[in-house]
């Protein structure tokens, strides 16, 4: 008698949660759960977004916003032509807003690229910032490979001394201690040293227990040595430190340092292949310490600049004497940003306080890289649960707008990531189909998935420098094409005292 009791009283609940269910469903808020705060463990905000957002955005104050922001039907500029001023007697031929790539501020990046594969002249260096999207060298792995089968160059390019993502990246084996001293752009508004190239600073201030970083070259292809391991730290008074280097387990080399200007090169080993290197660092507190770069001089290299939960906005605050420096040691030719997953879903459709910022953004990083051609790539399709269904979220659109506005008016190329993906509901088809593409967070791409994003940004810039070089052939006025900026850059190879 009971359990039928007990049946009668679970079914009847049942029935009576279905009905309430029906009849309620329509005053539901659109979104179960509110998503003001970050989605997912793997992503931290990073402090300037904070700000922005606590200064400017504007928060979705009537049902009436929301659906009229959201989700809006015809971009009025889509059709617009947006025509380009002649750079070394070259213009690609005008485009229409909606399609907008900007190839016509990549001519110098082209160029480089010309000179590279025609005269085998030089090298081409890629600086890749992007979020969570690229942690673990996911997308930049591959797109650094397909450069490299076309145009030849070998290594992983910069390494941080210490990374969140290290046990993931499987370019690069990285191991080291815990007793580093880690100061991120993410965090710090103030460091005790400026930021690297790689908007972190890392100092070795133990003197109990000696810091320590150890590098293992992974199974990717063009990155099966770890090529011309040079050290990158900064300026100091102490005139005491030094390294100990072990290269492949066997050869141990002590080696000290002269932090006597902004950034300062040491190269830790010869010409040999090297399959694994430990460093150690000995009174070396007090020395700003940045990273490690492995290359063959050759070809073309592409940095990974990941950082979890970053917006862009923290680029800003890099230090313009100090880049310029870098730029001086490894000759950037090509800046990308990748950002917008952590822009998305902070209760506002109106992202032109973002759009502002990042115009200030690629303004200073002009500074910082003179001359220097920049990338921007815009947020991927991300989905989110409406009516108990999972749809693209509203706001992509939205943020992919901002972007491209910014992109046009600051002079950059473009890559419309989310249409390449498909456009709305990608996302959902990328994380459904089998095999699948993306992860279940409807989010971030897994390998499969990454792989393809590369390519796609890779098939777009191709595809503009195979039109470059036709037209470079046609072209009227022979110019040779000079580099704008104020800093002699060296790209043959890194400068090592």
């Known amino acids: 008698m009971k359990t039928n009791s007990y049946f009668g009283i679970t079914l009847a609940t049942l029935v009576l949660a279905t009905i309430s269910f029906s009849v309620f469903k329509e005053i539901l808020p659109e979104r179960i759960f509110p998503e003001t705060k970050v989605a997912t463990k793997n992503v931290v905000i990073d402090s300037l977004l904070l700000e922005a957002i606590a200064e400017e955005a504007k928060p979705i104050d009537s049902v009436k916003e929301k659906e009229v922001v959201a989700k809006p039907v015809i971009d009025p500029k889509a059709k617009q032509k947006i025509t380009f ?56 792995q591959d797109l650094r490979a397909l450069f490299q089968a076309k145009f030849g160059g070998q290594g992983v390019g910069f390494v941080n001394i210490t990374s969140e993502s290290a046990a993931s990246r499987g370019s690069v084996k990285h191991q080291f201690s815990k007793n580093w001293q880690t100061q991120s752009y993410l965090k710090t508004k103030k460091p005790v040293f400026p930021f690297g190239v790689n908007g972190h600073v890392f100092e070795a201030n133990d003197t109990l227990n000696n810091n320590w970083v150890k590098y293992k070259a992974g199974r990717n292809r063009f990155s099966t040595v770890l090529n011309n391991p040079t050290l990158f730290y900064g300026k100091s008074t102490n005139e005491e430190a030094e390294i100990s280097v072990i290269v492949n387990e066997t050869d141990t080399l002590t080696k000290h ?47 990974n600049f990941s950082s979890r939960g970053n917006s862009g906005l923290p680029l800003s605050m890099f230090d313009a004497a100090l880049m310029q420096q870098f730029q001086k040691q490894l000759g950037y030719d090509l800046i990308v940003l990748h950002y917008g997953t952590n822009v998305l879903n902070y209760g506002s459709y109106n992202y032109s306080w973002y759009e502002k910022r990042m115009s200030r953004v690629v303004e200073h990083l002009r500074q910082c890289f003179p001359g220097v051609a920049i990338l921007v790539i815009s947020t991927a399709d991300k989905a989110t649960k409406y009516d108990l269904e999972m749809q693209s979220d509203s706001a992509v659109v939205p943020l992919v707008n901002a972007q491209k506005k910014y992109a046009v008016a600051s002079k950059t190329g473009f890559v419309n990531l989310y249409e390449l993906m498909g456009g709305d509901g990608s996302m959902v088809h990328w994380v459904e189909e089998e095999p699948s593409k993306a992860n279940k967070d409807y989010t971030h791409f897994n390998y499969r998935g990454a792989r393809e994003v590369a390519g796609m940004v890779y098939n777009q810039l191709d595809e503009g420098y195979e039109k470059y070089k036709k037209m470079r052939v046609k072209r009227k006025t022979k110019v040779a094409v000079k580099r704008k900026d104020s800093v002699t850059s060296q790209n043959d190879s890194i400068h090592a005292d």
């Open 85 to 140: 001023v002649p750079i070394e007697g070259i213009t690609f031929p005008a485009e229409r807003y909606g399609d907008f790539k900007g190839n016509q501020y990549l001519i110098p990046f082209f160029e480089k690229l010309y000179q590279l594969q025609t005269q085998n002249s030089g090298n081409v260096r890629i600086a890749y910032y992007g979020d969570s999207m690229t942690d673990g060298d996911m997308i930049v």
């Open 257 to 303: 340092l002269k932090p006597d200007h902004l950034v300062n090169t040491l190269k830790l080993a010869g010409n040999t292949d090297v399959n694994t290197i430990k460093v150690t660092f000995k009174a070396a507190d007090s020395i700003p310490v940045y990273g490690l770069n492995f290359d063959d001089g050759k070809g073309v290299h592409v940095d």
